[in-house]
């Protein structure tokens, strides 16, 4: 094609991995599940034509947990995906193939999926970039819920600047996604070129409230704010009233779910990953009461954050509560020494953005004194990705990490 002098895709000749969720044309795709096993599509989800038609090329498929439910990537199909900073430990979830790959130099980019951190949590178990969109910036299909506003697909790589360029390949409308919309997609890309912080109104959210975080995790991440400092932003400590959202978390998670997967659990249910199932038995048992507070509270969130991104341009958290745990695990039992409730719960400081459909960004930060990568988490307002974009440049230009490699392929 270059010889040629055809005209040349944004991501011409570059290799991406495509998770094992979305459908690719002669390729098996199993969702992780029994059910799926042998299950190869006749045609590609959106998102993958997109990155074709852009020049990339799908080089194979990644795993991930059971349709993927859960924050480690084990399943009955394949097993498990492990850390390659530390073999012993998860990759964290549910994009946990597509991190690996990146952070093993497989792939440059890889397609993922986000629900409650599942592109940004093993973003930050790997070390490396995963960006949630809002939702209807990357259009999904095909779709059992064409108008899921809590599900999204976006791109991960080793570099906010990648990570930039693959989200304008897929951003965009398209009629088979009746939540898609336009936008200006050399936005994204403008918004990493020559990266400052200068002036961006920083808010260092912390635990946010919804979440015991592990002490060393919490320091690295808050250490991080000196970086912005340097940088020209102001910071200061704040975060939203987030009361209420654990139950819109769990209300929502299982009607969902219901959505999606309850008529597999006639014939399927003994086969399925235990903590899906209970995850649909439980949304099973919901009232329409339920369901109605859980939207009302969601709206409150809503409001609560859109008024708190009037005096703020960015909130910061760390990605994740914990740092990776053991792969036998499906969860973190214990937070500084705290019960945690259920495998959910350990996740809500990506979760309470998903719920207010915000887009949100894992970039890598620091390293435990085992040499674990911690992720920080940015958050921006309602389809502002350049903002997040650009606060994530900014830091990456001011403490670089894309040399550090895992020790599996150092």
Request: hydrophobic content about 40%.
């Amino acid at each position: 094609m270059t010889r040629r002098s055809a005209r040349l895709g944004p991501l011409h000749g570059v290799p991406v991995s495509i998770k094992d969720l979305t459908p690719t044309r002669g390729i098996r795709t199993t969702w992780g599940s029994k059910i799926y096993e042998h299950h190869v599509p006749t045609e590609d989800g959106l998102v993958v034509e997109r990155l074709r038609a852009a020049g990339a090329i799908v080089i194979g498929k990644t795993n991930t947990p059971e349709f993927g439910a859960g924050g480690n990537t084990r399943n009955a199909v394949f097993g498990p995906t492990l850390n390659p900073w530390n073999l012993a430990l998860t990759c964290g979830g549910s994009t946990g193939g597509g991190a690996v790959a990146l952070a093993t130099g497989m792939a440059p980019l890889a397609q993922g999926s986000d629900l409650g951190g599942s592109l940004r949590i093993p973003a930050s178990f790997c070390g490396v970039v995963g960006l949630r969109p809002s939702p209807g910036l990357v259009p999904v299909w095909p779709h059992p819920l064409a108008w899921d506003s809590y599900g999204v697909q976006g791109p991960m790589a080793r570099t906010v600047e990648d990570v930039a360029l693959m989200l304008a390949a897929i951003a965009g409308p398209d009629a088979r996604s009746p939540i898609s919309y336009a936008v200006d997609t050399r936005a994204f890309t403008a918004a990493v070129k020559r990266p400052s912080a200068r002036g961006l109104r920083i808010a260092w959210g912390g635990d946010l409230g919804v979440t015991p975080v592990d002490d060393e995790v919490l320091g690295i991440a808050r250490n991080a704010m000196a970086v912005f400092r340097k940088v020209g932003a102001r910071i200061s400590d704040e975060h939203p009233d987030l009361d209420g959202v654990n139950d819109v978390v769990l209300i929502s998670r299982g009607a969902r779910m219901v959505g999606l997967h309850e008529e597999k659990l006639a014939k399927w249910r003994d086969v399925m990953q235990e903590h899906l199932v209970r995850n649909i038995d439980y949304g099973l048992e919901l009232t329409a009461a339920n369901i109605g507070r859980c939207e009302r509270q969601r709206s409150v969130l809503s409001s609560r954050f859109r008024e708190f991104f009037g005096r703020h341009d960015v909130i910061a958290t760390p990605t994740t509560a914990v740092p990776p745990f053991p792969v036998e695990a499906w969860y973190p039992t214990k937070i500084n020494g705290q019960p945690v409730a259920n495998y959910i719960s350990w996740v809500m400081l990506t979760y309470a953005f998903t719920v207010v459909g915000l887009p949100a960004i894992s970039i890598p930060c620091g390293f435990t004194r085992d040499g674990l990568p911690v992720g920080l988490q940015l958050a921006g307002r309602w389809r502002d990705e350049a903002t997040v974009l650009r606060a994530a440049a900014a830091f990456e230009s001011a403490a670089p990490w894309a040399d550090r490699r895992p020790p599996v392929v150092a």
